[in-house]
């Protein structure tokens, strides 16, 4: 015994070490192997995706699997092969624990060795065209991605190689690329950023691996140890306190699967750390947050560049959830996620997920969404965003309101944009990203040109641009610097939920303040959103609020000219170059109605707006030499005014089912909205419904809940505490 | 006893009857009723569908149900109360049968005695645009369905009804509408024509339901009595001798209904005429045909003015399966439409469906797709319509080729049209109708303008348009009076399937050939479809042979010129006035490829054209003042010349997942096509594909079997028997 440890000692002096594990360490010890091993018979989706997994390694041994000089793009040969090569390799470590058979352990050294071999050789890929280059890959990011699997799948097999074979690998695999990280690319590794977290796991997974602490350290701390870089300044920098991650959760989905398996790493040999329970157990408000802004068929809410098709079954929330399950305990909130996903990860907690999926049987489950509002900003002062919800299972609504700061490079210039979602569909949209994410013919599947030439701009977006031109005049350095804020919000009510923000900075001469109220209509069991949108200035302006409506036209209140032979552009630049304008209306009415059909549900906007206003149908597709973007239709209100109020209802109403042939309730229940008043003091509205009156007060310069305020209504005087209050039909509503 | 059957007697003497029944017998006896209430207990579908009947039944009781005076359009409100009345009185009689409790036969009787009151007092609907007026609703169709229903519900009460009541309720509610079909508009009634079915079914089981021989007999052999006209000349006129439908199978779907629930009615009182028999079991051959044509998810295919959203979880489904599985026994290809339908029809078919679904347990299940050459017109010698298939389950392919006759006027303008689907999916569209049915908005879901302007129009189909016109002018009258014609088929291969028909009339002065191929290459288990598709004819014309996919644009091997900031429509009539016109190409290479993406996998279109052929992308939705169209894409191949033969090949390809992001085979393996020979002997082609060369010939003159043909090809004789040869790499393919 002592030989052996004198032995690793000299192994791990050889490699730089102050610190010697026992391996496997970084994603499972042998008792957590040995658990997933007992658990194997017992527990079938476990088996599943022990098999699974099997049949994917099985089928790649015995061949001669290539490790070819990077060349292509994403989405090409050797981009592919790379990849296919580190997640082989991972899975063929597990598989050596989980079966003890070497044949596995053997497919995996004989690819370290080949990659140590190649991995010195390598310069700049030469697709490389991103800011920080990669070697393996086009860009850095996915080397990162390697060096995460490839440091898992080495301390999986650690024990089946020889000590000159861990040297060798060490310094031919992964050295020069670490190297290239935390030297040649150093301020890039020292960034906070979700690329950054990649190129921390994938140096601290190796570090862990091959027992290098000078590379864990880099790892948890920077390149220069001093805190101000490294994984923990990722927890600290990268997540609000509510656990919301600026990019959106489409991309909290991509940095969540590097966070989870270095932590677990680091757990498993720094368990002083108490990582996990970092920051008031950062990691798992997360994951909580990311999972609570999903549509109800899984796929991530559409903020910033995301792709919609996109969903929690994928790789990485797989990865998060039993991570967390096995960190945490078993959360019920993620059985229905877990149920989704059809498949686990061969450790502890993906066992326990199991298990506990086992005793729900064929019970109906659902992710317990709720209404949330999150800050946004390390410190919690960077704006936020709130999701307001009415309904159960498929019959959920949901609107999300985003005021928060710009989300790096991925983020859009959409200050107090609104999604709506509601059944399960998108009802109104953000675009997302225009990516096909990994086809060779798009680009090599990168984020295309079209993503910031339209999605990314405000006219894309369910919010005011002013004077065509988007938000921050669409510079990101200028948006970065500032975020919108919350005035008030109160998601305590039952019938009731509301959310007011503000916007200062977007443009220089105009203020933008929208205050949501998400209303369940007591007798009626009717949903609707009172949508109050204001914009303040000294000047006149071009204000166009968009509805990027998914579905088809209905019908309108007001007559419009349909461009019939010939379409031209809606503008010529900041995304209304990609706008086909196919109807114009002539002046509006000030009562303005427009209907369409979103699967088999009918929504009505219903708008109070001004004398100048215009709406404008437009579609998506212009400027698009190659076919890159989707054909979505929009809505815009166009006014030419000062200060301007929009007052819209957004009201789901009726059905349509095409197999029964039966459709009902297709008309609007609104019949009109008057403005009563609108000041410095006060905004109010009352909206006509089902021939009842529905009334909305809001306080638009104090938002302190216990301030006590008087409206005469109808002969009668109405008092109440805070800055908002809603009637219907002569009741107050909460 | 005695007494009881002399009064019986006389009071159908008053009702000018020559055959007493006992009631209830259109829909079921007692003894069907009585097996039904028997299986309650054991079967859960049953007890389902029972419940689900009872519960919206129930909902109903209490109620003073209105019976209105006619004056809303299809989707208002008086149609659909007088809907849903008559759907209620039928299934409260059935509640009445099945439970004997006498409120389910009150509530019926109520609204009996009103339209007893109502009916006399009708004149034309005064929504009534059609040629054939309705006076319950706007057309005498939707009437007809209201006879149907409302003569089931009569005689499911009839015990329960007084005399005078029965009396008063044949007088008031039936005469009138029996009067006005058999009278005012006899000429409709004796059409050979789907709506004069329902009119048939109606006016027949009412006089079975009030044992009115007069009526039984009108609807059995037409007002005549001369069998000219009626349920029997239906039977033999309306389907093919394969039981196809000329209006294809989302209208045989509307059929059907009427068909069986008026067969089922005369098998109950008329036995000898041995109606389900007839023709050699016409009913079931429409039956089956009608369900063969269909997608994996049950959608009818779209023939003529489809409605896309239609599957055969429709109503009229559920009544025809369960009464064929009365009539014939359970077939077993019944059995997964039967759980897709997820319920049952309250008869004896019904429950024997459903205990078979529960004896078969969680089984997987798969409605047996295959093959099939359907010869159309009632002595089977109109054209016909072909479905090449080739895979199981989800991974099926099917191609269908239309060559049939018009279609009345639901028919569109399209021999020679295919229709792709694969995996699922529409690859290759026809676009169906223009229609929201049901949805007052749209013009009280009538039949939009756009589906005669667009949809039916040639270019909205998968074949060539000549010089911009579309096949026969577009004019029914002419349109019906041809029809297209095979040439030859093979549908025994395992590995090649084929079809060649031809066209000698859509064109005074063109001919059109078109031969399609559904080909598994052996080694790559790789599907294509070779198309070759000939005009011939004495003078250059313009061909436009247009690819309407469903997907999104990846990539072309040609170059071309995109419309970026102001877009014109692609003609002025015939459908082109539809077109917006989003990018052309230049003069084309000779080997043309383009590649789409259709949810999950790549299509690649290879074509072979000519020297001055170009290509033309389009979308629709150009000259759609009221937003009715879909903005689908059109990829359109053109050549200005006299004989031109198009060579396709229509190539699936790899996959493309976005949640693993992984794109694989992403490019076509066709790589040439040459064209070896085409005259008046053959048209032989040449596709190298995986670097192998797959030979096609086809003899252009002779389709006869047992023929022998030679040629000489790479220094070989090939011999072969019949009108084609596939060779792949160096072997015959079959």
């Known amino acids: 015994m002592k030989y052996t440890i004198t032995i690793l000692f000299i192994c791990f002096t050889q490699l730089h070490t102050l610190f010697a594990q026992v ?19 017992s527990n079938e989706m476990l088996k599943k ?17 290539d490790v070819p000089v990077p060349k292509d793009a994403a989405g090409g040969y050797t981009h592919d092969k790379h990849k296919t090569n580190y997640l082989l390799m991972f899975d063929a470590g597990q598989m050596y624990q989980l079966t003890g058979e070497k044949k596995y352990a053997e497919v995996v050294k004989k690819l370290f060795l080949k990659y140590a071999a190649l991995n010195p050789t390598l310069v700049n890929h030469p697709q490389a065209t991103s800011s920080s280059p990669g070697r393996l890959f086009w860009q850095a990011l996915n080397d990162a991605n390697w060096l995460v699997f490839a440091g898992l799948a080495f301390d999986c097999i650690h024990e089946y190689l020889t000590l000159s074979e861990r040297q060798k690998i060490a310094d ?9 990280f935390t030297k040649d690319i150093k301020p890039w590794f020292n960034l906070i950023h979700n690329h950054a977290v990649w190129a921390c796991a994938g140096v601290g997974i190796v570090g862990i691996a091959t027992d290098n602490d000078d590379y864990l350290n880099m790892a948890l701390y920077g390149t220069e140890k001093d805190g101000k870089a490294g994984f923990i300044a990722h927890l600290d920098g990268l997540f609000s306190p509510d656990g919301y991650y600026n990019e959106g959760p489409y991309y909290t989905r991509y940095a969540v699967l590097p966070f989870f398996y270095f932590a677990n790493a680091i757990q498993q040999v720094k368990p002083s750390i108490k990582i996990f329970q970092h920051r008031d157990s950062i990691l798992k408000k997360a994951l909580d947050v990311c999972l609570n802004l999903t549509n109800t068929d899984g796929s991530f809410y559409s903020f910033n560049d995301a792709l919609k098709e996109k969903t929690y079954t994928s790789n990485e929330l797989v990865v998060a959830v039993d991570i ?9 909130a993620y059985l229905p996620v877990a149920r989704a996903q059809n498949r686990i990860l061969l450790n502890k907690g993906g066992v326990e997920i199991s298990n506990n999926l086992k005793k729900t049987g064929n019970k109906n489950l659902s992710f317990p969404y709720k209404s949330a509002q999150y800050v946004d900003g390390a410190d919690g002062k960077s704006g936020g965003v709130t999701v307001l919800r009415n309904g159960n299972g498929n019959d959920l609504m949901s609107l999300i309101f985003k005021y928060s700061s710009h989300g790096l490079s991925h983020g859009h210039y959409d200050k107090l944009n609104i999604q709506l979602y509601d059944k399960g569909n998108e009802v109104l949209q953000d675009y997302g990203a225009v990516r096909y994410i990994n086809i060779e013919h798009k680009w090599g599947g990168r984020y295309l040109p079209e993503t910031n030439s339209y999605a990314q701009q405000t006219i894309a977006h369910n919010t005011i641009t002013v004077d065509e031109t988007s938000h921050y005049k669409g510079i990101e350095k200028i948006s970065e610097q500032y975020h919108g804020n919350n005035f008030y919000g109160d998601l305590s009510g039952k019938n009731v939920q509301v959310v ?6 977007a443009y220089s001469n105009v203020k933008l303040y929208r205050t949501l109220f998400m209303i369940q209509l007591p007798d009626a069991n009717q949903k609707l959103v009172l949508d109050i949108f204001k914009t303040k200035s000294d000047s006149v302006h071009q204000y166009d609020l968009p509805f990027n409506y998914l579905g088809t036209m209905m019908k309108t209140n007001f007559k419009y000219t349909s461009f019939l032979t010939e379409q031209k552009t809606l503008g010529k630049k900041n995304g209304y170059q990609h706008l086909w304008q196919e109807a114009v209306s002539d002046k509006l009415p000030l009562f303005t109605q427009f209907t369409y059909l979103n699967h088999r549900t009918f929504y009505t906007i219903s708008s109070l ?3 100048s206003a215009t709406a404008h149908f437009t579609r998506v597709g212009a400027s698009d030499p190659s ?16 200060n301007q109020t929009f007052i819209n209802v957004i009201e789901p109403h009726g059905n349509f089912d095409a197999v029964t042939e039966i459709s009902s309730n297709t008309n609007s229940t609104v019949s009109a909205i008057n403005k009563l008043q609108d000041d410095e003091m006060y905004t109010i509205a009352e909206v006509v419904i089902n021939q009842q009156k529905l009334l909305a007060i809001q306080c638009n310069n104090d938002n302190s809940k216990s301030s006590v305020h008087e409206y005469l209504y109808e002969g009668e005087i109405l008092k109440w505490n805070g800055p908002y209050l809603i009637r219907y039909n002569h009741k107050n509503l909460k």
């Open 23 to 41: 391996h496997p360490t970084a994603f499972a010890n042998k008792t957590e192997f040995q658990f997933v091993k007992q658990n194997l018979v």
């Open 49 to 65: 995706s022990f098999s699974d997994l099997k049949a994917k390694v099985d089928a790649q041994l015995g061949v001669d699997i």
């Open 172 to 180: 031919g695999a992964f050295k020069p690329l670490v190297d290239y």
């Open 324 to 332: 967390a399950s096995k960190a945490y305990g078993v959360d019920p």
């Open 500 to 505: 007011s923000s503000y916007d200062d900075h």
């Open 609 to 611: 707006s001004s004398d």
């Open 627 to 642: 076919f890159n973007l989707r054909h979505d239709p929009s809505y815009i209100l166009r006014t030419n005014s000062q």
